[in-house]
T-cell receptor, first 109, second 117 residues
Framework: QKEVEQNSGPLSVPEGAIASLNCTYS??????FFWYRQYSGKSPELIMS????GDKEDGRFTAQLNKASQYVSLLIRDSQPSDSATYLC?????????FGAGTTVTVRA | GAVVSQHPSRVICKSGTSVKIECRSL??????MFWYRQFPKQSLMLMAT?????????EQGVEKDKFLINHASLTLSTLTVTSAHPEDSSFYIC?????????????FGPGTRLTVL
């Protein structure tokens, strides 16, 4: 069983729409959760961190965490072509990050 | 956010040679740095965890004698790929963990693309 699983994608959304990304994790004791954005050929860039159950909003991004369901999601509102990238869900375990395989998002102009 | 640099950004070498990659935290002190490898169309795979002043901890399946890691200061860690072979060609990325309230956040360097001929 993979530690961190993401919806496989690719996900194609029209410009201005909401992109919804999902992630589940297997280690119930995990406390820290992150979303990274990775453009092709580049390294990951941290866009959101979330530690408590509920929603956390930062600009057009909203992360949602449900520890009971071992589920974390990322919503991208008003999607822009510049949001086209691979989004990696990462879960902290013993100070190390476990990454999901990533979901590739394409925003159609 | 915190800034992490890597050098070189790209390297091409002949099979059998050794390559050193540097990772620096520019505006913070990083007691822990991490080295990842990413093959095309795959996610990041952690190779080792590097703590300042102590030996690195390698993930299962990673050869410590082939991938030498040195973390001599709070701002610098190096990865040396010894006797590189074509199968070592990959995107190597380091990250550094900042202290304080966001101590679990990792900030990534821009990566080093290694091509072994």
């Amino acid at each position: 069983q993979k530690e961190v699983e993401q919806n496989s994608g690719p996900l194609s959304v029209p410009e201005g729409a909401i992109a919804s990304l999902n992630c589940t994790y297997s280690d119930r004791v995990s406390q820290s959760f992150f979303w990274y954005r990775q453009y092709s050929g580049k390294s990951p860039e941290l866009i959101m961190s979330i530690y408590s159950n509920g929603d956390k909003e930062d600009g057009r991004f909203t992360a949602q965490l449900n520890k009971a369901s071992q589920y974390v999601s990322l919503l991208i509102r008003d999607s822009q072509p510049s949001d086209s990238a691979t989004y990696l869900c990462a879960v902290n375990n013993d100070y190390k990050l476990s990454f999901g395989a990533g979901t590739t998002v394409t925003v159609r102009a | 956010g915190a800034v992490v640099s890597q050098h070189p950004s790209r390297v091409i070498c002949k099979s059998g040679t050794s390559v050193k990659i540097e990772c620096r935290s520019l505006d913070f002190q990083a007691t822990t740095m991490f080295w990842y490898r990413q093959f095309p169309k795959q996610s990041l795979m952690l190779m080792a965890t590097s703590n300042e002043g102590s030996k690195a901890t390698y993930e299962q399946g990673v050869e410590k004698d082939k991938f030498l890691i040195n973390h001599a200061s709070l701002t610098l860690s190096t990865l040396t790929v010894t006797s590189a072979h074509p199968e070592d060609s990959s995107f190597y990325i380091c990250s550094a963990r900042a202290g304080g309230p966001s101590y679990n956040e990792q900030f990534f360097g821009p990566g080093t693309r290694l091509t072994v001929l």
